[in-house]
Nanobody, 120 residues
Framework: VQLVESGGGLVQPGGSLRLSCVVS???????????TGWYRQAPGKQRELVAA???????NYADSVKGRFTISRDNAKRTVYLQMDSLKPEDTAVYYC????????????WGQGTQVTVSS
């Protein structure tokens, strides 16, 4: 299983970005066995959960991004998205995609990360 993120870049405060994460090595049905999510890590800080979709489709968000970010998943395309609106400088970080299958296996997969920089 491989996770490949894309969509990061430099954006001004108040702008938007859409991150994508393609999950290869699983079928569209198998991906539903994983909780999928986005984490981020800013310099000097620990990696933190940004948003996640559970196996049952429920979503949860970090308080700092509620109302601004939206996570979604297209099972047929095996792709997880993170729509980020009203970006703030404090959103600057490396964003990582995650596929967590530990509820039924020992598998927990990470992407390589994509840089998001919010600056004027």
């Amino acid at each position: 299983v491989q996770l490949v993120e894309s969509g990061g870049g430099l954006v001004q405060p108040g702008g938007s970005l859409r991150l994508s994460c393609v999950v290869s090595g699983v079928s569209g049905i198998t991906i539903t066995l994983y909780a999928t999510g986005w984490y981020r890590q800013a310099p000097g800080k620990q990696r933190e959960l940004v948003a996640a979709i559970a196996r049952d489709g429920n979503t949860n968000y970090a308080d700092s991004v509620k109302g601004r970010f939206t996570i979604s998943r297209d099972n047929a395309k095996r792709t997880v998205y993170l729509q980020m609106d009203s970006l703030k400088p404090e959103d600057t970080a490396v964003y990582y995609c995650n596929a967590d299958g530990r509820s039924w296996s020992s598998n927990n997969y990470w992407g390589q990360g994509t840089q998001v920089t919010v600056s004027s």
